[in-house]
């Protein structure tokens, strides 16, 4: 059980670590001041639940590993995001798109979380699910504004959500460890998030005037560690190479 | 050796002079982060309380109360974070409404939004980001007198 435990903490802290990452990227970049806040504060949010998720992840493992331990100190293999999140930022289209298939799953996943059986967990996730809300209203209204915005930045979004639409299919594959979390009422089984997942998406695409690619092909091996992207090594390699190459640095 | 340990209620009315490192008009007691004093053995417990998870303003407040109530004499303070049931704005005190307010900021609303722009009182208003300078706090403007202003956001 606590390795299906320590498995499920590490799919949500390396979610918010990896996409929280993803979108500090952004930080003195963005195309608008206001976008530019909006995205590091976004980030701020992810990264403050990442502290909770792999905290907890290190206490249930048992082997005096911290949260930053795991964030700095494992490597890709290891790592258990969904292939979404380490996805290059592309533009700032591709960015609001990434966010919005993410948070639309993101507040999907918690508010199931809140009723877990493990009160850390229900802790957790009631606290985030308060900040989700906002990056997902953000997300969703932006997606809705460039799609349904000139024929260049419909054009854009369009070609995001062709890119990042089958990457988005894998949060609904269970697992052994899904099964196991699911049936004792700590967790939710992912596969049971699908329709209400799909509803969502559709109805802020058909908001945004743009079309769901067809067919149902998802890339897959992220949430399991057994196949990421190329990218997530780039990323790691960026993000982890000051405790690399200064083991135990501190501020 | 007696140690002496002063009241609870003596240690509240010291916190409600630490003010929040960001928006300083305000105590972290009125701002209803602090959940519990108490002592343990000759040990003070603080437990705090994050406002949003990431941020960075919680570490500082740690250190504030700590050094704040080693001013006044306490030698041991433990400080402990609780983040179950969250913090909601609906813990921000009366009085630190009104600070907020006086300062500039528009205090949370249940309807999402601020009620009147805090310089001229006016009533339209627009929002410019539902993020602003603190990950507290969105950004607004007065219709009016087209003054911008932050917005403390309900969570």
Redesign the interface.
């Known amino acids: 059980m606590n390795a299906a435990l320590f498995e499920f903490l590490c799919r949500m802290g390396d979610n918010t670590l990896v996409l929280g990452h993803r979108v500090s990227e952004w930080c003195g970049h963005a195309p608008v001041l ?2 530019d ?2 995205l590091a ?9 990442t ?2 998720w792999l905290g907890l992840a290190g206490e249930v493992e048992g082997q005096g590993r911290s949260a930053d331990d795991l964030a700095y100190l494992r490597d890709a293999w290891d790592f258990r995001c969904l292939l979404l999140v380490e996805q290059p930022n592309g533009d700032f289209g591709q960015t609001i798109m990434r966010q919005f298939l993410f948070d639309a799953l993101h507040e999907l996943q918690l508010n199931e979380l809140r009723a877990s059986k493990d ?1 850390r967990i ?3 996730a ?3 699910a ?2 989700v809300a ?1 990056h997902l ?2 997300s969703s209204e932006t997606v809705i504004a460039l799609g349904d915005g000139t024929e260049e930045s419909h054009r854009r979004m369009q070609a995001a959500l062709d890119v990042l639409w089958p990457y988005a299919g894998e949060a609904f594959l269970d697992d052994e460890s899904d099964r196991a979390l699911a049936e004792t009422g700590i967790a939710v089984l992912p596969s049971t998030l699908g329709a209400a997942y799909g509803a969502r998406v559709r109805e802020v695409m058909a908001e945004a005037t743009l079309q769901l690619p067809e067919g149902t092909f998802a890339h897959s091996g992220g949430r399991t560690g057994a196949r990421h992207s190329e990218h997530l090594g780039h990323m790691l390699a960026q993000m982890q190479w000051l405790q690399r190459a200064y083991p135990g640095a501190v501020w | 050796m007696v140690v002496t340990r002063p009241s609870v209620t003596d240690v509240w009315a010291w916190l409600e002079d630490v003010p929040d490192p960001e928006i300083p008009v305000i105590s972290v007691v009125e701002l209803g982060i602090v959940r519990d004093v108490e002592w343990d053995d000759d040990t003070l417990n603080v437990t705090v309380t994050p406002t949003y998870s990431g941020c960075p303003a919680t570490r500082v407040i740690s250190i504030d109360i700590e050094t704040a109530l080693r001013d006044r004499g306490v030698q041991s303070v433990r400080l402990k974070t609780q983040i179950a049931p969250p913090w909601t704005t609906d813990w921000i005190s009366e009085a630190g409404r009104r600070k907020l307010k006086d300062y500039g900021i528009a205090p949370p609303q249940e309807a999402g939004g601020p009620e009147a722009c805090p310089r001229c009182g006016a009533t339209t208003l627009s929002r410019i980001s539902q993020f602003g300078s603190t990950p507290c706090k969105a950004l607004w403007r007065c219709d009016t007198c087209l003054e911008p202003f932050d917005y403390f956001k309900c969570i």
């Open positions: 206001e976008e806040i909006a504060n976004t980030a701020l949010d992810l990264i403050g639940q502290q909770m009160d229900a802790g957790i009631e606290k985030s308060k900040e906002y209203e953000r």
